[in-house]
């Protein structure tokens, strides 16, 4: 599959919107084959994954290295689903229980309601801001308007889709329209007509390039794409090291890491990539070692 995957952002009705949009088909993709998802997993990790882009973005105050993570605990049969995103592009994520019993459930009965975490923030300095808001059951894209307006008191539409096929995600995105304080309620209620009208986004990232997404979506309101050389190409990737993989493990109590020596040593598997790193007995003998001093 060629890669294709970006953000773009753009002007809407005259200067009363902003724009941000991600084609996200060959990450979600990735994500799939990674972690196993399956369709109903795939749908809706691809949105949270998007969404978390969508959001790094937009939250983003001229930080460049601003990153934001989705953490929807719902009582569904999908379990945790997070999501995690820099403004620079990275995207991954993780699902607790990627193929429920029941595989015709939609993304809403699949996560359920319960609580969504977003943190953001710069790393490695700074301190991650966090907030919670209730999942209402209603889907990512209205829990992500909701938290955009309680939290945020961003006015704003959230679009995502995920399109699966048999042999994988066909395509993947979002758009969010932001609107700003100028705007009239004239031009926000023809930009919600638009959005109310336009056809499953998944079908139309299928067919078009994101730019004739957006135009498609926003066709008769006038709309430009601000900066045309503003295109941040989306990616898998994990940030995870060995150096990030031994850290939990010096958080365990002596007697369990004496445990792992006398097996031999362990190993951790990242949860977001799939990425192996061992430990011989001699790495977690330095643990102790520190436990000691
Ligand atoms: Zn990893």
Request: aromatic fraction near 4%.
């Given at each position: 599959?060629?890669?294709?995957?970006?953000?773009?952002?753009?002007?809407?009705?005259?200067?009363?919107?902003?724009?941000?949009?991600?084609?996200?088909?060959?990450?979600?993709e990735t994500a799939r084959e990674i972690l196993d998802l399956s369709p109903v997993a795939a749908d809706a990790l691809g949105r949270a994954m998007t969404g978390s882009l969508l959001l790094a973005r937009l939250l983003d105050k001229d930080v460049r290295n601003q990153y934001v993570t989705l953490r929807f605990?719902?009582?569904?049969?999908?379990?945790?689903?997070?999501?995690?995103?820099?403004?620079?592009?990275?995207?991954?994520?993780?699902?607790?229980?990627?193929?429920?019993?029941d595989p015709l459930l939609d993304v809403e009965k699949a996560i359920g309601t319960g609580m969504l975490t977003v943190v953001r923030g710069t790393p490695p300095a700074g301190k991650p801001y966090t907030s919670q808001i209730?999942?209402?059951?209603?889907?990512?894209?209205?829990?992500?308007?909701?938290?955009?307006?309680?939290?945020?008191?961003?006015?704003?539409?959230?679009?995502?889709?995920?399109?699966?096929?048999?042999?994988?995600?066909?395509?993947?995105?979002?758009?969010?329209?932001?609107?700003?304080?100028?705007?009239?309620?004239?031009?926000?209620?023809?930009?919600?007509?638009?959005?109310?009208?336009?056809?499953?986004?998944?079908?139309?990232?299928?067919?078009?390039?994101?730019?004739?997404?957006?135009?498609?979506?926003?066709?008769?309101?006038?709309?430009?794409q601000i900066d045309a050389g503003y295109s941040v190409p989306v990616s898998y990737s994990c940030p995870c090291s060995r150096e990030r993989a031994l850290a939990p493990i010096a958080l365990f109590g002596e007697a369990d890491i004496r445990e792992m020596i006398e097996e031999g040593g362990t190993e951790v598997v990242c949860q977001f990539c799939g990425r192996k790193y061992s430990f011989s007995a001699h790495d977690l003998l330095a643990l102790t070692a520190k436990h000691d001093a």
């Open positions: 599959m060629e890669n294709h995957d970006r953000i773009i952002q753009g002007m809407a009705g005259d200067g009363d919107f902003r724009v941000i949009a991600a084609q996200t088909t060959v990450a979600v605990q719902g009582n569904g049969p999908l379990g945790t689903v997070i999501a995690d995103a820099t403004v620079k592009g990275g995207v991954r994520g993780f699902v607790a229980n990627p193929v429920p019993e209730l999942l209402g059951g209603k889907g990512i894209s209205t829990d992500l308007t909701r938290y955009l307006m309680r939290s945020e008191q961003i006015a704003s539409a959230v679009l995502l889709g995920v399109l699966n096929r048999r042999d994988g995600v066909a395509a993947a995105g979002g758009i969010v329209i932001q609107a700003f304080p100028h705007a009239t309620e004239e031009a926000i209620a023809a930009i919600e007509q638009r959005v109310k009208d336009a056809p499953p986004l998944s079908t139309l990232i299928d067919k078009l390039d994101i730019e004739d997404v957006v135009a498609t979506v926003l066709h008769g309101v006038h709309y430009k």
